[in-house]
């Protein structure tokens, strides 16, 4: 009898819960349909896709990766006013694998096992920057909207750690994110044959328009604005570092290293992206480092080959932008070493950190360490700091936004992540047989520099949604790869 009565109640409640979810997607999609809004629209799309793949979160992540990586970039070309609106399906679909994740670990003490330590460092971190942010309160729009800038793909990290994917499920991302890069340059030259023609003829009406930024691939540009160039270049090295990784341990033949090199690097040598000069000699620096010792002879090979391609790419880019290598090589000395302001900024990528100096001392100490909480350099919702410095760009960057949001302690906080995740890569290295294994660690450490340097070239890593997939896929990966090895020597298989 109170079996059948328990059943009743179970069913009931059943009903309930599907009868009040109904209605909120009834009122949702009503909404969208009066009022036309983007981002109700797209909460109702992440609800419902969060509610129908609510116990797979593979699909969510696909969801993501497909929506993140391949359409929300060249959305606003399409149509300027998605952007940024694009973006919030995919942003809040994350947001809601952070909270399966994080729920899935409290509530599991086996999950939390053998989790690494840069995991853990990201979570204090995050709750850092909350409780910083909180103290240091401004107003709503710039303490949500900075939590979500920041953190919005975090999701993919922890899921890929605490969420038990397999390794089939591993490995379609892997051939997904191949497919991604080769996709590169179709789009890009789409990009350079339809829309930098159109800036060209804008330039009168837009003086600081350059035509060629808007070369992005699926990475992100704007018909006004910039293009996410410099993002799309770094993915496709990082791409490239796996390919050569997985060569050097054999576990990728030449033929198909041959086959694929073209399609990844070949965008590289249609945008303007100056930083790949920089870029590509440290990804081989950082492959081929133990090699100098072990084999020096076979890694000053890959380097000769590395600073071959460098040269190409540099010669592309002089043809690109019609100029000459001594104009380039002074142009690019002045903003970003010298005093000359990047762009319309009064600053550059060296001055916006000496100015950030300057302007610290023990008459505010909690600024100098704790920097003025989340959002406050951001120049596009005219943080409050930001404010004071109009058309200086003190958010230049990665690094000046980290110091001015989260100053000395939080810009330490995310050192130890990098850190910590450089050390679980090498350890990886170091007692993994698997030559899979080796390939990828080592790849893995050759993206985090890559990643390093781009804290002080962009802002990207902290607001641009696709190029935050690419980290958090890098780091979720590694914690991934660490939690598989680590129970596999708890079974005593090495």
């Known amino acids: ?18 009868t009040l979810a109904s209605l909120l997607l009834a009122i949702l999609f009503g909404l969208v349909a009066v009022t036309g809004n983007l981002l109700v629209f797209s909460l109702a799309v992440a609800l419902l896709l969060g509610m129908f793949f609510v116990t797979q ?18 959305a606003p070309l399409i149509e300027k006013s998605l952007d940024p609106r694009a973006a919030y399906p995919v942003q809040i679909l994350a947001f809601y694998l952070m909270l399966v994740s994080i729920f899935k670990a409290a509530t599991t003490p086996s999950i939390r096992k053998d989790t690494p330590a840069f995991i853990w460092a990201l979570i204090c971190f ?15 729009m710039e303490f949500f909207g900075s939590i979500k800038r920041y953190f919005q793909m975090w999701g993919i990290i922890f899921a890929l750690c605490w969420l038990g994917f397999d390794e089939r499920q591993i490995h379609q991302w892997q051939s997904f994110f191949i497919i991604v890069a080769l996709v590169q340059l179709p789009f890009a030259l789409y990009e350079v044959v339809v829309w930098v023609p159109i800036r060209e003829a804008m ?29 799309m270049s770094t993915f496709l090295i990082i791409v490239m570092a796996f390919l050569i990784a997985r060569k050097m341990h054999k576990t990728l033949s030449t033929g198909r290293l041959i086959l694929l090199t073209p399609g990844v690097l070949a965008p590289l040598f249609v945008g303007e992206t100056k930083a790949v000069i920089v870029m ?73 950190l000496t100015f950030w100096a300057e302007h610290q001392g ?35 960057t990665a690094a000046s936004t980290l110091l001015w949001d989260l100053g000395l302690f939080g810009c330490s906080l995310l050192a130890t992540i990098f850190a910590l995740a450089w050390h679980t890569a090498a350890h990886l290295y170091r007692e993994s047989v698997e030559p899979l294994v080796k390939a990828d660690a080592n790849a893995i450490q050759a993206a985090l520099s890559l990643f390093a340097f781009h804290l002080f070239y962009r802002l990207d890593l902290l607001e641009t949604t696709s190029f935050q997939i690419v980290f958090a896929c890098v780091l979720g990966y590694l914690a991934w790869l660490y939690r598989r090895h680590a129970a596999s020597m708890a079974r005593g298989v090495p």
């Open 280 to 352: 590509l000699p440290l990804m081989f620096l950082v492959l081929y480092r133990r090699e100098f010792l072990a084999k020096p002879h076979f890694a000053v090979m890959a380097l000769i080959v590395g600073g071959l391609l460098t040269l190409g790419m540099g010669y592309a880019y002089l043809s690109v932008m019609q100029t000459t290598l001594d104009q380039m090589l002074t142009e690019t000395v002045k903003y970003n070493l010298q005093e000359k302001g990047y762009g319309e900024n009064y600053l550059n990528r060296t001055t916006v």
């Open 1 to 18: 009898m109170n079996s059948i009565i328990d059943a009743d109640t179970s069913d009931r409640n059943r009903s309930l819960v599907f």
């Open 126 to 140: 995050f709750v850092f920057a909350v409780l910083n942010s909180a103290a240091h309160w401004h107003t709503p």
């Open 362 to 396: 023990f008459h505010d100490p909690i600024s100098l360490v704790f920097g003025n909480g989340l959002g406050s350099a951001h120049e596009a919702t005219e943080g409050h700091i930001e404010a004071h410095y109009p058309h200086y760009g003190i958010g230049m």
């Open 203 to 231: 330039r009168g009406s837009f003086p600081g328009i350059v035509p060629i930024d808007v070369v992005g691939g699926t990475f992100g540009s704007t018909m006004y604005g910039g293009g996410a160039s410099g993002e």
């Open 57 to 74: 979160p593979a699909m969510i992540l696909w969801a993501i990766l497909l929506m993140g990586l391949l359409a929300i970039g060249p």
